[in-house]
């Protein structure tokens, strides 16, 4: 079946490094990926998303990139804050339907004082 | 604050007890989501809710039973559960199901806990 797959499972970076997450997704159909944070106690927040005609979107000090031929996608965060630490998940909506979106397995991001 | 708020946030039940799951969202949203968080594992859609009616059923156990009287609200009854159906379970709504590109604003979660 349809899945994807995201590393690492952990991250530890030096405050004001960059972080990259990395996911790969199976079905070629996908049309729209997200990216999710969750603090700890909360649930899961979007904080950037890309769709399939567009090869990298940037929001501050996020970014993500797409490469449909090698059916991938990356998180980049520069200039790590405190702030920053959480669990990040990506995710790829297959079908054309949100309700078909599959989830990573998560990224638990520290950032290091 | 997302605008979706769950109770409780946390249950303890026995595998012979009944309990319920309370999600509600003041976003005005039309479809409504169970997801279950596992340690280590990604997230699971359960049940999707588009104006009330279920949409989606993902090979769920009997044992979990959605209820949603109105757009606003979503509740998953609890039923004989095992210890492996210990995680969180989070509640999620959206503008549109169908659409691609809609948001999911999740709530905190109710962390269950199945002894």
């Known amino acids: 079946g349809e899945n994807v797959e995201q590393h690492p499972s952990t991250l530890s970076v030096q405050e004001g490094d960059s972080a990259v997450i990395k996911c790969t997704y199976s079905?070629?159909?996908?049309?729209?990926f997200p990216w999710y944070k969750q603090e700890l106690g909360k649930g899961p927040q979007l904080i950037i998303d890309i769709r399939s005609n567009v090869g990298e979107k940037k929001d501050q000090r996020i970014a993500v990139t797409l490469n449909k031929t090698a059916k991938h996608f990356s998180l980049h965060i520069t200039e790590t804050q405190p702030e920053d630490s959480a669990v990040y998940f990506c995710?790829?909506?297959?079908?054309?339907?949100?309700?078909?979106?599959?989830f990573g397995s998560g990224t638990r991001l520290s950032i290091r004082p | 604050e997302t605008g979706v708020t769950q109770t409780p946030r946390h249950l303890v039940m026995g595998m012979t007890n009944k309990k319920s799951l309370k999600c509600e969202q003041h976003?005005?949203?039309?479809?409504m989501y169970w997801y279950k968080q596992s340690a280590k594992k990604p997230l699971e859609l359960m049940f999707v809710?588009?104006?009330?009616?279920?949409?989606e059923n993902n090979s769920v156990p009997s044992r979990f039973s959605p209820e949603c009287p109105n757009s606003s609200h979503l509740f998953l009854h609890l039923h004989t559960l095992q210890p492996e159906d210990s995680a969180l379970y989070l509640c999620?709504?959206?503008?549109?199901?169908?659409?691609?590109?809609?948001?999911?604003?999740f709530g905190p979660g109710t962390r269950l806990t199945v002894l």
């Open positions: 995710a790829a909506s297959f079908d054309s339907s949100a309700s078909k979106i599959i």
């Open positions: 809710y588009s104006l009330e009616e279920r949409v």
């Open positions: 999620a709504s959206s503008q549109d199901f169908r659409d691609d590109f809609n948001e999911q604003f």
């Open positions: 079905d070629s159909a996908s049309n729209y």
């Open positions: 976003l005005g949203h039309n479809a």
